[in-house]
Each structure stands twice: as structure tokens, then as C-alpha cells.
């Protein structure tokens, strides 16, 4: 299990949904982190206040980023990572469903997550100012599978997969001590789910959408839950779908080696 004593915790994310629900459960857990740094586009004051709240004895800083600009990335990283010395977890967990925008759906949940991990890395990497550490980099089951009525997001998805498996190669991990892990969430009940039919990449389809409107959910919270479970478990390179409360690793079949 993850040792979260005298940890410094960067989380990439809003203040609703899995990611937020997640933040709730390790403060929750009144384990004695070091830091905890929300970064997003904007502050929610009040939420900020409860997470303090949960565990006192956590300090809970915000730094504001533009996910859709590399060099408000880099500032931000840059002063969190002086702030707290070393990051020792990453946690990206942005997320948007916006297929009618693709530099949005692809900058944000695939491009914005890329350089926030590597701009957090020179905190992490054991050979540089970190210590190693743990990269959760937030998927879905949509970067597994296709999704007709949401191609743009899948594509996205899809990369935050490759990306996570790349990085989470043995060879990477022995030199920096940092490890790679991806969540795939499945079907939640989040703000992201309540307006599909505005968001979709065709016109086509409406079948889809009821399809997916009309199936079962789950909640973020029980989604988080088995998240944490993932990542106490510690293993490098892996992919988790956290479906209706569940948790299964995924085996991807090899294609191709050198």
C-alpha cells in the first residue's frame, strides 16, 4: 500500500467529479501529506475551505493554469514545484467532453495532461530535484474502446492511454523512480454527462446518446473509492476500469515488439 506520510500532492482537475471525489477521500483519510496543490482555471473558494477543513494538519494551496496554454502550464508547474520542493504525486485529472471543439476535447484531456507531467517530472525524477514517485493520469473506458458518438474524446482518451503505457515502461521507471498508472471510469454521474446531445461529433447519433442516458451509472464517489484502491496497489504501468463500483485491471494484447 502507498505510504501518503510527508507526501507533496499536485491535482490537476475541477472541483466536481471522480477527481475532486478523490481529494475528498485521501483528506478523509486524515493521512499526515505534507501539501496538497489544486491546480485548475479557476479557484473555488469554498471548496478549498472544506478540503482544509477535512484534515488540518494538510496544507491545501490552489495555483491557477490554462491547460490550453503550454506556458501557463510551465509557470504554474514551475512555482508548485518550488513551493513544495518535490512533487511526489501527480494526479492528472482535467476533463472535458466538448467533440464539436477539438483543440479544446484534444488540448485539455490529452496535450494539457502531457505537458503537466512533464513539467512536473523535474520534481519527481529521483536523477534531478525529485525523490520518484506516482503519475495517475485520468483516462476513460472510451480510450479503450470506440465511441462512435464521441470520436474526438476517444481519440484523446485513447492517447492518455499510449502516453501512460509509454511512460510506464520498467527502463523509465528504474532511472526516475517515477510510475505511471491510468484510471478508465466508465459510465458517472458528473456535470460532464448532463448535456451529451450538445457535444456529440456527428449529428448521427441520437441513438447512441439514448443508449448511453438510459444505462446504468455510477457515482464519482464510488468511482474514487476504487481509484484509491488502484492506486495503493503500485503497480507501474498499469490500466484500471472503475466501472458500476468495480475495479479490473486491463491486460492489453501485444501486437507488435522490436
Not at 449529428?203 to 451509472?217: F, G, L, N, Q, R
Request: hydrophobic share 45%; glycine share 8%; charged share 15%.
Amino acid at each position: 500500500m502507498y505510504d501518503w506520510s510527508g507526501k507533496n500532492v499536485v491535482y490537476a482537475g475541477g472541483f466536481t467529479g471522480i477527481g475532486f471525489q478523490l481529494m475528498h477521500q485521501l483528506m478523509q483519510r486524515q493521512m499526515k501529506m505534507k501539501m496538497l496543490g489544486i491546480m485548475h482555471h479557476m479557484e473555488n473558494v469554498e471548496m478549498m475551505k472544506k478540503l482544509q477543513a477535512e484534515n488540518p494538519s494538510v496544507k491545501v494551496v490552489f495555483m491557477q493554469v490554462n491547460l490550453m496554454d503550454k506556458s501557463s502550464i510551465e509557470q504554474a508547474m514551475t512555482k508548485m514545484g518550488q513551493m513544495m520542493g518535490n512533487i511526489d504525486v501527480l494526479l492528472n485529472c482535467e476533463d472535458v467532453l466538448l467533440d464539436k471543439d477539438v483543440e479544446t476535447t484534444m488540448g485539455v484531456n490529452l496535450m494539457g495532461m502531457i505537458h503537466m507531467t512533464m513539467k512536473a517530472m523535474p520534481y519527481m525524477d529521483k536523477t534531478q530535484m525529485g525523490k520518484g514517485g506516482m503519475v495517475i493520469n485520468m483516462s476513460s473506458v472510451y480510450g479503450l474502446e470506440p465511441a462512435p458518438a464521441f470520436a474526438v474524446y476517444a481519440a484523446a482518451k485513447h492517447g492518455v492511454i499510449g502516453f501512460t503505457r509509454s511512460m510506464g515502461d520498467k527502463r523509465i521507471h528504474q532511472m526516475t523512480g517515477v510510475m505511471f498508472m491510468a484510471m478508465c471510469p466508465g459510465l458517472t454521474n458528473t456535470e460532464m454527462m448532463m448535456n451529451l446531445r450538445d457535444n456529440v461529433t456527428w449529428s448521427h447519433s441520437e441513438s447512441m446518446v439514448e443508449a448511453i442516458e438510459s444505462a446504468k451509472h455510477q457515482t464519482p464517489e464510488q468511482a474514487a473509492t476504487q481509484i484509491m484502491k488502484a492506486i495503493d496497489m503500485m503497480k507501474n504501468g498499469s490500466m484500471w476500469i472503475v466501472s458500476m463500483g468495480q475495479l479490473k485491471e486491463v491486460n492489453p494484447q501485444m501486437h507488435w515488439q522490436m
